[in-house]
């Protein structure tokens, strides 16, 4: 079946460091892909997506590529702040779009120091 | 635009007890989920519905969990009995319409201890 496998946690960078998360996926077909935040306290949200191969996703100064070719969707920002600070969900989803229940990697705790 | 409600936020429970999670979508959103989040991992989609019908139930342990949106609107979880393993984040989350891509929204959830 499919699966979602991302890089372990906590992650801990300083602030204005370079940030990858890395995510790889399987799943037959093409599906959409996706990262979700969850900020302390709060539920999950929404942060970037990509529907087909090389798409990117950005928001917020984050950004993903969907590779087709090395099944992977990894996460990225330039200059993370303490804000910042969340567990990320990388995501697969049906492929072509749609909206059926998502299939979620296990999380990664980022932790941004001043 | 309010958000998806659940309730209630919190719940402790001994095991073999019963407990029901409600969830309010998003108005006019015809497509219900509702996931378990064991601490440590990711969310795993339980059932789905499309108005009031199941699409997907697929890994939903249905001799101790069922769930229903008889309206179309909000929904119910129910586990009966609990076991220790329960012991989860229950997420409802709602989208417009499945059948074109839409974005899920999530709610805040309810945290249930099984003692």
């Known amino acids: 079946g499919d699966s979602v496998t991302q890089m372990e946690g906590p992650v801990t960078l300083s602030e204005e460091a370079f940030l990858t998360i890395n995510c790889t996926y399987t799943?037959?077909?093409?599906?959409?892909l996706f990262w979700y935040v969850q900020y302390p306290g709060e539920g999950l949200q929404l942060l970037l997506k990509a529907t087909k191969a090389d798409d990117k996703g950005s928001n917020k100064g984050f950004e993903a590529t969907y590779r087709k070719e090395t099944t992977s969707f990894h996460l990225e920002k330039g200059s993370v702040q303490v804000s910042d600070s969340a567990v990320y969900f990388c995501?697969?989803?049906?492929?072509?779009?749609?909206?059926?229940?998502?299939?979620f990697g296990k999380g990664t705790h980022l932790i941004i120091q001043p | 635009e309010a958000g998806v409600a659940q309730s209630p936020r919190y719940k402790i429970i001994e095991k073999r007890q019963s407990v029901a999670f409600w969830c309010n979508p998003i108005?006019?959103?015809?497509?219900l989920y509702w996931y378990q989040q064991i601490l440590g991992q990711g969310p795993k989609l339980l059932i789905q519905?499309?108005?009031?019908?199941?699409?997907?139930d697929s890994q939903l342990p249905k001799d101790r969990f069922s769930a229903e949106r008889l309206k179309g609107v909000d929904s119910t979880l129910k586990i009966q009995p609990a076991k220790l393993e329960d012991s989860a984040v229950y997420l409802c989350?709602?989208?417009?319409?499945?059948?074109?891509?839409?974005?899920?929204?999530f709610g805040p959830g309810t945290r249930l201890t099984v003692l």
């Open positions: 995501a697969l989803g049906n492929s072509g779009g749609g909206a059926d229940g998502l299939t």
């Open positions: 799943a037959t077909g093409y599906p959409s």
């Open positions: 519905f499309q108005n009031n019908g199941v699409v997907d």
């Open positions: 108005s006019g959103h015809a497509t």
């Open positions: 989350a709602s989208s417009f319409d499945r059948l074109v891509y839409n974005e899920q929204f």
